[in-house]
């Protein structure tokens, strides 16, 4: 029979040793020996949890990966069984508090899980962590502190993952803003490239900035064709 | 000439190549020498403070230790953005001005393709699949 406990521990074999895997199945209590079938909503949410921080403290390599591999084999098990919850289908977000430069690690880990979790291949999951990761990095060093938001969609097109990063800093002037389109910017840190690199790699960009404003910037990741 | 061991990279503390006083500093990568080459496996996020203590002690050993070569092992690395690829280009220059060359280890194939996507480039340094055919390389500028 398929618990959460073999399912689980199949993934993490080989990446995290049979003694620590022992202890995050002892703290996850009856929930490890549960089929897969009979978990609710909220049970998979309580695993997660779990799994998320036990894994990303023991797995030296690839945790993202893992934590996905976990969201997706309980979370595809659950669902017909699920029925009318409609949770899991439709709209999910997540918010992330950017304020300083650690941060900036775990929102793209955060962004990668999401969007492995919703179904984006893996090469478009690095695109979407890597575009968190130069936003993330803008708020820090040039806002101080910002929120980047993780909405994920799902439409008769597929999935699709939207990023809003939004801050009350200074926002970005526009003569520096037409320096930084035109490649011609060169901020103090040798940087100016990352709105440029985000707005190659997404596939819907907005941007919304101007002195004493702050800066958003909305950008669309949608799943192959 | 053939390398005491392929492919395996040895990390922390239990590596059988001692990494001396750069592991003493609190937070600080490991810098590993074989032979006339420093490696360094980055497992950990590249933050500001970070990667600047490992350019200035990769470049104060490159002295002490005559070296001929630096290879850096990104393997680990899931997400190279353009602040990190400015980071390893810095390192790279850096080190080539000591009149070493450095080589970027075990870029991984969905990283590769975001860097071309995003048009940064990675042009200071060099590059090699893994740290194997990086130290045959190097071998090769020595002879």
């Known amino acids: ?225 | 000439m053939d390398w005491p061991e392929r492919g395996a990279v040895p990390q922390g503390p239990d590596s059988a190549f001692p990494a001396g006083e750069d592991r003493v500093k609190d937070e600080s990568l490991p810098i590993i020498q074989i032979r006339n080459c420093l490696l360094v496996s980055i497992q950990t996020e590249l933050h500001d403070r970070l990667a600047l203590g490992l350019q200035e002690s990769l470049m104060e050993r490159v002295r002490s230790a005559d070296a001929k070569g630096v290879i850096l092992d990104v393997s680990a690395v899931e997400v190279i953005d353009s602040y990190i690829t400015r980071i390893l280009n810095d390192i790279g220059k850096s080190v080539r001005f000591m009149g070493a060359e450095c080589y970027i280890v075990g870029i991984r194939p969905a990283v590769a393709m975001t860097l071309i996507e995003m048009g940064v480039e990675l042009d200071s340094v060099h590059t090699a699949l893994n740290l194997d055919l990086a130290l045959e390389k190097l071998e090769l500028l020595q002879s």
């Not at chain 1, 406990?5 to 020996?33: D, H, K, M, P, Y």
């Not at chain 1, 591999?69 to 949770?87: I, K, N, Y």
């Not at chain 1, 190659?200 to 960009?205: A, M, P, S």
């Open chain 1, 1 to 225: 029979m398929k618990t959460v406990e073999t399912e689980v521990g199949a993934i993490l074999a080989g990446t995290i040793s049979a003694i620590t895997q022992r202890s995050i199945f002892n703290r996850l209590g009856g929930l490890a020996a549960r089929p897969l079938q009979q978990l609710t909503t909220q049970d998979r949410l309580a695993i997660m949890a779990e799994l998320e921080s036990s894994v990303r403290l023991f797995a030296r390599r690839n945790s993202a990966e893992l934590i996905a591999s976990c969201a997706r084999v309980l979370g595809a098990a659950g669902e017909p069984a699920a029925g009318g919850d409609g949770a899991d289908q439709g709209a999910s977000e997540k918010r992330l508090a950017i304020d300083q430069e650690k941060d900036i690690a775990t929102a793209r880990l955060e962004a990668w899980s999401e969007a492995v979790r919703i179904g984006l291949s893996k090469f478009t999951s690095v695109k979407v962590a890597t575009a968190v990761s130069e936003l993330a990095r803008n708020i820090v060093f040039y806002a101080g502190k910002g929120v980047v938001e993780l909405r994920s969609l799902r439409d008769d097109r597929g999935p699709s993952l939207q990023i809003v990063a939004s801050d009350k800093g200074p926002g970005i002037e526009p003569r520096k803003l037409e320096e930084i389109w035109a490649g011609t910017y060169k901020s103090q840190r040798g940087m100016g490239k990352g709105l440029v690199a985000v707005k190659k790699l997404v596939d819907d960009f907005h941007l919304d900035t101007g002195p004493g404003r702050g800066t958003t910037v909305t950008c669309l990741f949608r799943g192959e064709r």
